[in-house]
T-cell receptor
Framework: GAVVSQHPSRVICKSGTSVKIECRSL??????MFWYRQFPKQSLMLMAT?????????EQGVEKDKFLINHASLTLSTLTVTSAHPEDSSFYIC????????????FGEGSRLTVL | ELKVEQNPLFLSMQEGKNYTIYCNYS?????LYWYRQDPGKSLESLFV?????AVKQEGRLMASLDTKARLSTLHITAAVHDLSATYFC??????????????FGKGTLLTVNP
């Protein structure tokens, strides 16, 4: 199956700093990528949908200025957590949908963010 | 707004037993997914169900879809310890136009005991 790579897999940062997480589709072009957040023992919550070359669409309650999403190419989307605080500590997972729109989504390995 | 309900949320079963996880959803959808998640890991795709009456099997797991009832089931046959994980169903939501997205159930934490 197609491969989606996330980096870093784990990151620890100090409160007030910004952290960037990358999501790459390695062997296919992804017109649409999705960013999810998962708290311990909970389900995945969709944060935003990013389309290549356009602004991301954020879900209700997700702060656009805090979670900056850029989808500059068909193989790369980035999520930047700005001015991170301990409550932003979570598991962030991206997924990508093939350009051919087969419907199947491929998930990255996830990035665990810990804000001290 | 699409709602997805999974039950049970917690399932403890003995090796060798059979059980079924249920996934109900509230509005019409054209596809349903089942995923497995191990602790600290991301999601592993198990099944994609695209049509009414679809049935797919892989090893001890079998998934089915009834679009009229808006119900999918994940049946576990003769459970083994390696199946212990959290299982999520997710339903395709095209209400946002071109931004097709998934809505996830809360997950079922399955523990298979020796």
């Amino acid at each position: 199956g197609a491969v989606v790579s996330q980096h870093p897999s784990r990151v620890i940062c100090k409160s007030g700093t910004s952290v960037k997480i990358e999501c790459r589709s390695l062997d296919f072009q992804a017109t649409t990528m999705f960013w999810y957040r998962q708290f311990p023992k909970q389900s995945l919550m969709l944060m935003a949908t990013s389309n290549e070359g356009s602004k991301a669409t954020y879900e209700q309650g997700v702060e656009k200025d805090k979670f900056l999403i850029n989808h500059a190419s068909l193989t790369l989307s980035t999520l930047t957590v700005t001015s991170a605080h301990p409550e932003d500590s979570s598991f962030y997972i991206c997924s990508a949908r093939e350009r051919t729109n087969t419907g199947e989504l491929f998930f990255g390995e996830g990035s665990r963010l810990t804000v001290l | 707004e699409l709602k997805v309900e999974q039950n049970p949320l917690f399932l403890s079963m003995q090796e060798g037993k059979n059980y079924t996880i249920y996934c109900n959803y509230s509005t019409t959808s054209d596809r349903l997914y089942w995923y497995r998640q191990d602790p600290g890991k991301s999601l592993e795709s198990l099944f994609v169900l695209l049509s009414n009456g679809a049935v797919k099997q892989e090893g001890r797991l079998m998934a089915s879809l009834d679009t009229k009832a808006r119900l999918s089931t994940l049946h576990i046959t003769a459970a083994v310890h390696d199946l212990s994980a959290t299982y999520f169903c997710a339903v395709g939501d095209n209400s946002g136009g071109s931004n097709y997205k998934l809505t996830f159930g809360k997950g079922t934490l399955l523990t298979v005991n020796p």
